[in-house]
Each structure stands twice: as structure tokens, then as C-alpha cells.
């Protein structure tokens, strides 16, 4: 009897073994593979998104820049080249939602300063105010690692231009008017090859958490 009972507890143990490594096999194999989506103009709010690029489907990349950052030095697109970087827009005065953003950023600039495929790039909305002393002092204020985060300055129409062509981030103050920008909370991800592959709401953490665990997943790449 007790050579018998040993015999099925052999066989259980052996077969729930079995059922295990069977349950783990089928959740992996049917368990959804993450995909970030690639952004095109036409997937995003009209608002966001300059009239003249509203129908493309297709494939959308951030253009060529040239900005001034916080330590007078000319940023372009070289600099993040083959890099996974957020992208957003402040000015250093906003009383709302500037402040909060910037926390945020603070804090995703903390958890990503020991990856060197990932950066920050903030440009201002107010580059007359914003110069490049301003944006100094405001780096500093902030705790900027200048090798991963810079803030940038520059031609007023140039900045607009890229946020609503490029990074399909901005709402302007009427619908007429380009230039008449008011800036909105996103936090933009653009990856190596300079597609937009999320927005975030920079004023909400649960949010950039999110944002770092995409990074993570493009780093993987």
C-alpha cells in the first residue's frame, strides 16, 4: 500500500510539474507583445497639428533644428542622433503648469541619467524672455545635467514651427494665427530614428512613469 501510494504521489507531483511548465509556455506565447504606435498627423487632435500636415498617415520625422541652449552652445538635431529623447515646451515664467512639468522632468531626468541612449530637450515658447542667461540660472535652479537635458532658445517662428509640424504638441491661440501659441502639458517621446512614439501628460506622474517605462522599451532596441 505504501509502495503503491508513493507510486501516485510520484506520478502527481510529476504531472503537476508538467501543468505548470505547460501554463507558463501558454502564457508566453499568448500574452500580448508590447508595440508603441509610430504618431503621424493623422492620428493626433487637429488642434495639435499644423492644417498643411493634418493628411499625413505615412511616415512623420522630427525636421532639422538649430537652437541656443542654457551655456550659449548651438543644438541641433547631430546632437540627439540615434538617441531616444522627450521633448517639450515651457517658459520659464508660466505660473500653471510649468512648474509641475518641470518637477516631473526633474525627476524623469533622474531616473534616466545612467542611460546614455536617452536625453531631455525643452524649448522655450517665450525665447524673447527666455535668453540664454535666463535659461542658466533656471537650469541651475532646477538641478540640469547639461550632458542630458538641454533647454533651448531661439527664433520665435523656428520654435513654433517645429512644435506644430514636428512634435504635433502645441495649440495656437487662434486658429488663424501660428505664432499665437499657447503651450500644452505633453511630454512628447521620439525615438532613434526621430518618429514621435507617445504623448504624456507632464503634469501628472502616474503619466511620466509611464513615459519611463516606454523609454525602457525602446532602449531595448
Given at each position: ?6 507510486k501516485y ?7 503537476s510539474?508538467i ?6 509556455l501558454?502564457?508566453?506565447v ?10 503621424t498627423p493623422s492620428?493626433?487632435?487637429?488642434e495639435l497639428?499644423?492644417t498643411?500636415?493634418?493628411h499625413?498617415?505615412?511616415e512623420?520625422?522630427i ?10 552652445k ?7 542622433e ?12 508660466c505660473?500653471t ?5 518641470a518637477?516631473?522632468?526633474v525627476?524623469?531626468?533622474?531616473q ?8 531631455l ?9 527666455d ?9 541651475e535652479r532646477?538641478?540640469?545635467?547639461d550632458?542630458?537635458?538641454?533647454l ?5 517662428k ?22 499665437d501659441m ?10 532613434q530614428?526621430r518618429?514621435v ?6 503634469t501628472?506622474?502616474?503619466?511620466v512613469?509611464?513615459?519611463?517605462e ?8
Amino acid at each position: 500500500m505504501t509502495s503503491r501510494l508513493k507510486k501516485y504521489k510520484t506520478f502527481i507531483i510529476t504531472l503537476s510539474l508538467i501543468s505548470v511548465v505547460c501554463i507558463a509556455l501558454f502564457y508566453f506565447v499568448l500574452k500580448p507583445k508590447k508595440v508603441l504606435p509610430v504618431y503621424t498627423p493623422s492620428m493626433v487632435n487637429p488642434e495639435l497639428v499644423d492644417t498643411t500636415i493634418q493628411h499625413i498617415a505615412n511616415e512623420h520625422f522630427i525636421s532639422d533644428f538649430s537652437f541656443t541652449n542654457q551655456n550659449g552652445k548651438k543644438i541641433t538635431q547631430n546632437d540627439y542622433e540615434g538617441k531616444i529623447y522627450v521633448a517639450d515646451f515651457f517658459f520659464t515664467t508660466c505660473p500653471t503648469i510649468c512648474p509641475i512639468m518641470a518637477d516631473n522632468m526633474v525627476w524623469l531626468q533622474e531616473q534616466i541619467k545612467n542611460n546614455p541612449k536617452v536625453m531631455l530637450l525643452s524649448h522655450s515658447v517665450t525665447p524673447d524672455i527666455d535668453s540664454v542667461p535666463v535659461l542658466k540660472a533656471y537650469a541651475e535652479r532646477k538641478g540640469v545635467i547639461d550632458a542630458k537635458w538641454n533647454l533651448v532658445t531661439g527664433d520665435k517662428k523656428d520654435i513654433y514651427y517645429i512644435a506644430r509640424k514636428s512634435y504635433l504638441a502645441v495649440k495656437t491661440g487662434k486658429p488663424e494665427e501660428m505664432y499665437d501659441m499657447v503651450h500644452t502639458e505633453n511630454f512628447v517621446l521620439v525615438d532613434q530614428k526621430r518618429r514621435v512614439r507617445g504623448f504624456y501628460d507632464g503634469t501628472k506622474r502616474e503619466e511620466v512613469e509611464k513615459l519611463l517605462e516606454d523609454i525602457k522599451f525602446l532602449s531595448q532596441d
